[in-house]
């Protein structure tokens, strides 16, 4: 059974930072793109980041681009994203996410498993 369990969100101030990680298993982890996509309430899911299956790709939303960065350990299976400089438009849910499918990784519909979620909140 493929789990995906996301850790480290939680309440922050404007400007400060959190690290989120997504520890995996049951699958075989090392051939797997990684992502980051967050939900806010009345919105859609949105992408955050991904990470190619050897980590040499990196994808960020323009939002994101310069305040995050995603990286893995395919020892450990978990997939990490450092978020520095966090907003209050930061505050959502983030969840991990996991595909095969080497392309259109900002598309949620391209992942085939999901962790349940981890909030984060930014405060002004």
């Known amino acids: 059974q493929v789990q995906l369990v996301e850790s480290g969100g939680g309440l922050v101030q404007a400007g400060g930072s959190l690290r989120l990680s997504c520890a995996t298993s049951?699958?075989?982890?090392?051939?797997?793109?990684m992502g980051w996509f967050r939900q806010a309430p009345g919105k859609e899911r949105e992408f955050v980041a991904a990470?190619?299956?050897?980590?040499?790709?990196?994808y960020y939303a323009d939002s994101v681009k310069g305040r995050f960065t995603i990286s893995r350990d395919n020892i450990k299976n978990t997939v990490f994203l450092q978020m520095n400089s966090l907003k209050p438009e930061d505050t959502a849910v983030y969840y991990c996410?996991?595909?095969?499918?080497?392309?259109?990784?900002?598309?949620?519909?391209?992942?085939?498993?999901w962790g349940q979620g981890t909030q984060v909140t930014v405060s002004s």
């Open positions: 990470i190619s299956w050897g980590g040499a790709r990196t």
């Open positions: 049951g699958l075989t982890f090392s051939s797997y793109d």
């Open positions: 996410s996991a595909t095969q499918g080497r392309f259109g990784l900002h598309a949620p519909d391209r992942y085939d498993y």
